[in-house]
């Protein structure tokens, strides 16, 4: 083979090398978790783990609890019911709901996404209830975007007070309160790649009238995070006390979307 021919078979090499390369990138699925595969208990609307059937451990303490892990797509989530003898019943974690009613206030309206449907008119969504971590089973992923908006029980209470946070904006309406939450990227070494804020409440701006509290599903880029094997929820609010914060620590979340790093190369 001559000269010219080798430089036209590399050139011609190189050039089917960056297409593919490319068109690999272009095709790569976007995965999502959007909790519509979830099955509920017989009557129910929400699932808090009620049906018992999770690891059970504390029994003898007085508070039995029941620990789940659970997947929608290729996102984990994790779910704890208590049954206690004298307090009642109780949740934390992420639970998922297909509840309606957006006139519930307080605790009742804690598994209520405050649109009444889940992202773009799904019928299931989660609700995450405090500091919570997202993982994908131990495999890095690129995410995308998540949706997010408040629940009930925060909706009212940000917005008429109760008996443990107040109403935002005061009195008056001009205190500068805000509520966000915070989401981290962690690698698989536990490493932080980035955070992404959001606010779900903000009466921060000089013109009263451009305060809101979020009542509608909104897209929330992650891009910025990079490669992560988990997500970790926390939370921020002017409302603070000697406990700590005094807004309730929820948020309604659906539609988390991502890629795999390997369909990126």
């Known amino acids: 083979m001559n000269k ?14 960056t297409f593919t390369a ?6 790569a699925p976007t995965l999502e978790s959007n909790f519509e595969e979830l099955s509920f208990p017989a009557g129910a609307d929400a699932y808090i783990g009620q049906d018992k059937t999770g690891v059970k451990s504390g029994e003898g303490s007085g508070t039995v609890q029941y620990s789940y892990t659970y997947n929608s ?3 984990s989530y994790k779910l704890n019911y208590f ?21 519930l206030e307080g605790t009742e309206g804690s598994l209520v996404a405050i649109p009444g449907v889940g992202a ?8 995450m209830n ?16 998540i949706q997010l908006t408040n629940n009930a029980y925060v909706y009212y209470s940000l917005l008429k007070g109760d008996q443990f946070a107040k109403k935002f904006g005061g009195v008056d309406g001009t205190d500068p309160d805000f509520f966000k ?25 000089e013109e009263s009238s451009e305060d809101y509290i979020v009542d509608t599903w909104e897209t929330v880029d992650l891009s910025s995070l990079g490669e992560v094997e988990k ?15 005094n807004t309730p620590l929820y948020v309604a979340i659906d539609d988390l979307r991502f890629k795999m790093p390997s369909l990126e190369e």
Request: hydrophobic content about 35%.
């Open 83 to 103: 049954d206690d003898a004298t307090y009642g019943n109780w949740w934390t974690g992420v639970a998922y709901s297909k509840k309606t009613d957006t006139t």
């Open 181 to 205: 939450v915070i989401i981290t990227g962690l690698d698989s070494q536990g490493k932080a790649t980035g955070k992404v804020e959001f606010y779900l409440a903000d009466y921060r701006f």
């Open 130 to 145: 405090g500091s919570e971590t997202i993982y994908f089973d131990g495999t890095e992923v690129i995410p995308q975007s």
């Open 120 to 127: 773009n008119s799904s019928e299931v969504y989660a609700v």
């Open 231 to 245: 997500l970790a929820f926390s939370y921020e609010s002017s409302d603070t006390g000697d406990w700590g914060i």
């Open 4 to 17: 010219l021919n080798k430089a036209l078979l590399y050139t011609l090499t190189g050039c089917l090398f």
């Open 73 to 75: 797509g290729e996102a």
């Open 22 to 27: 490319c068109n690999k990138e272009e095709v």
